[in-house]
């Protein structure tokens, strides 16, 4: 592999468009599970139930429990002109000046700086300027009362465009609100869902610590960094978009004991490791810290600290696909999602998952 290009190609799959899950698995645990074994490049057809079966109390299960906003908002100019209004980080620089966020425009063609979108009667956004950064703004949040309040009463939660809700009614509105969220989500911050977290029960996760399993959590706000498109020839000269992430030293004590003592670390999530990559390659440990991981993962990328990996079925081209693509060998993985795609597997943010072992 030439080290100063690699072709976005190949990272390239064909998927029929009827394999996108639109919906949710009827219970969370009921998602089908691909299991791989990295040791004998073997794999075997599971449901996400049967997870207990691969944990025992030399294991450690970090999540991320970050929340998902509901930060796709809808309004209009003065003109009438429907506006819609994504919202992606709350700019912290500039709190003391008011309640800043960087944020997607759609049309931006038809906003420019000062431009005021009325989106509820306690809440208008106001154009501030346009960022460097590929069709990001930044806005002036006016409301009245408290924001997060009225983010719940107004907005939607921001599914991705591959799931099509063409009418979404309030009965799939609270569907989405409820389902589109882990069961441990907890720090709201995120636009999009740690989508590998979302086939957890609490009924499982209380298996998995009777079995002696630490779990242990950290979060990254998922931003434009996770599910931004490649959209260079080669992949070397992409960037990825920052995002923010806290470590508790409650997690990094549990995390470099497990190092120390040679426990497997799972991570549940591309985010998850992420996030303990970076930290790691920050700090040579994990520390207790709230940092941007900025990190882009891509064969052939040597694991630090993550030692297993829980995953759902990623986009072709992806940066999510490349990182598994590190994780356990590109040939191999291309031949796993060449056997979900005949077996029908349901693929992305509502679909299946496949345990990497």
């Known amino acids: 592999m030439d080290s100063k290009f690699i072709d976005i190609a190949e990272f390239d799959y064909e998927l029929p468009a009827d394999l996108i899950a ?12 691909l299991v791989l074994n990295r040791k004998n490049n073997s794999y075997i057809d599971k449901h996400f139930f049967d997870i207990c079966d691969y944990f025992d109390e030399n294991d450690v299960l970090v999540l991320n429990d970050t929340k998902v906003l509901p930060a796709r908002l809808y309004g209009s100019k003065d003109t009438g002109a429907k506006i819609e209004v994504f919202l992606l980080e709350k700019d912290e620089k500039r709190s003391n000046k008011g309640e800043y966020w960087s944020a997607l425009i759609k049309p931006s063609k038809k906003v420019k700086p000062d431009t005021l979108i009325k989106i509820s009667e306690e809440l208008s956004a106001r154009i ?24 719940h009463k107004i907005g939607n939660i921001p599914l991705p465009p591959y799931i099509e809700r063409k009418l979404q009614t309030q009965d799939l509105k609270n569907f989405d609100m409820q389902r589109y969220q882990t069961v441990y989500a907890k720090d709201e911050g995120s636009v999009a869902a740690p989508t590998a977290g979302l086939h957890f029960t609490n009924e499982i996760l209380d ?18 960094g996770t599910f931004r498109p490649v959209k260079c020839k080669n992949i070397l000269e992409h960037k990825m978009h920052s995002e923010t ?12 004991k497990a190092i120390d003592e040679g426990k497997k670390i799972t991570a549940v999530g591309t985010t998850s490791v992420r996030t303990l990559e970076t930290a790691y390659s920050k700090f040579g440990k994990i520390c207790p810290c709230t940092d941007h991981s900025e990190l882009f993962i891509y064969p052939p990328y040597e694991f630090k600290v993550v ?40 693929f992305f943010s509502y679909g299946d998952c496949m345990l990497i072992l």
């Open 22 to 33: 639109q919906m949710p698995a009827n219970k969370r645990e009921n998602s089908r599970m």
């Open 128 to 151: 501030d300027k346009k960022l460097e950064d590929d069709g990001e703004w930044l806005i002036e949040l006016i409301f009245n009362g408290d924001l997060f309040e009225i983010l």
């Open 207 to 224: 298996k998995l610590k009777n079995k002696g399993v630490q779990i242990a959590y950290v979060t990254l706000n998922v931003g434009l």
């Open 245 to 256: 992430f806290h470590i508790s030293k409650e997690t990094s004590d549990i995390i470099n």
């Open 307 to 346: 030692d297993r990996l829980l995953t759902n079925f990623h986009l072709p081209k992806s940066t999510l696909l490349m990182l598994v693509s590190a994780f356990a060998q590109k040939k191999f993985v291309f031949e796993c999602y060449k056997h979900a795609v005949e077996s029908k597997y349901r």
